[in-house]
C-alpha cells in the first residue's frame, strides 16, 4: 500500500510527520493518543514502524516563513479530524479519480482526510499549488509533483 505523509515544524513545536491513517498504531503527539484521522507523530518511530518502502520527496524551493506558518496552522486545524473512508475509495481505488471530479463533482469538504488529499490540501494551503484535494491518490499525486519540478525523490528505505 502506497501513503503519504507531510513533515512540518514550527519554532518551539518541533517537527513532526503528518498524516491521515485509518488505524493509528502510535500515540500521536497532536491532538494526542492512537487515533484514526488526522494526527501529528514523532517521525522516527513512525517510520520504524512502517512496512515497505520509504521514499523522501523534498521540495525543491523551501517554504518561506509564511508559507511555514500557513502550513502549520492548516496541520493544526486538521488535527484530530477523522479518516475519510469513502474520500480514499474514490481518491486512491477507482480509475481516473480526477477524470470523475470533472464529470461527477464532488465537493470538497474538509471534515474528514485520507492521506493524499491531506498533503495536497496542505500544500494548497501554502500557495504553491491549485486544485481539488479531494481527488488525490498518492502515487501518481507524487509523480506529478515530481513532473511539474516541486519535489525531487530519493529512496530512504
Not at 513512525?46 to 523522501?56: A, K, P, Q, W
Not at 475519510?84 to 465537493?107: A, E, H, T
Amino acid at each position: 500500500p502506497i501513503h503519504a505523509t507531510i513533515i512540518s515544524g514550527f519554532p518551539g513545536d518541533g517537527c513532526f510527520l503528518w498524516e491521515s491513517v485509518h488505524h493509528g498504531h502510535i500515540p500521536s503527539m497532536i491532538p494526542g493518543g492512537k487515533i484514526d484521522g488526522v494526527q501529528a507523530v514523532e517521525i522516527i518511530p513512525r517510520l520504524e514502524h512502517h512496512v515497505g518502502r520509504i521514499y523522501h520527496y523534498k521540495l525543491q524551493h523551501k517554504l518561506i516563513a509564511s508559507e511555514q506558518g500557513d502550513l502549520w496552522r492548516f496541520l493544526n486545524l486538521q488535527a484530530g479530524k477523522p479518516f475519510d473512508f469513502m474520500g480514499q475509495y474514490r481518491g486512491r481505488i477507482m480509475p481516473f479519480g480526477w477524470l470523475q471530479s470533472v464529470f461527477f463533482p464532488w465537493p470538497e469538504h474538509t471534515l474528514r482526510w485520507y492521506c493524499a488529499k491531506l498533503v495536497f490540501a496542505a500544500l494548497r494551503a501554502t500557495g504553491r499549488i491549485h486544485g481539488d484535494a479531494s481527488v488525490q491518490a498518492p502515487g501518481p499525486m507524487f509523480r506529478r509533483f515530481v513532473r511539474w519540478g516541486m519535489y525531487t525523490r530519493e529512496r530512504i528505505q
